[in-house]
């Protein structure tokens, strides 16, 4: 029993530890990447605006 719990905790050290790491380097970039392209979604929603505004024509609205 001591040898398979030896083998399992190295397992664990040496496979497991560093999958669980990348994951969450992973869902990290994932979760920057969202936010980087709601910046760009509302920058150009504001850029977008400033012209129509600039050019006298009537800017986006909301309709609900």
Known sequence: ??????????????????IILLLGALAFIVFLWGIIGLVIIFGAYGIINL?????????ISKTL
């Open 1 to 18: 029993m001591a040898v398979l719990n030896s083998f399992l905790s190295k397992v664990v050290a040496e496979i497991i530890n560093p």
């Open 51 to 59: 012209a129509l505004g600039t050019f006298g024509i009537p800017t």
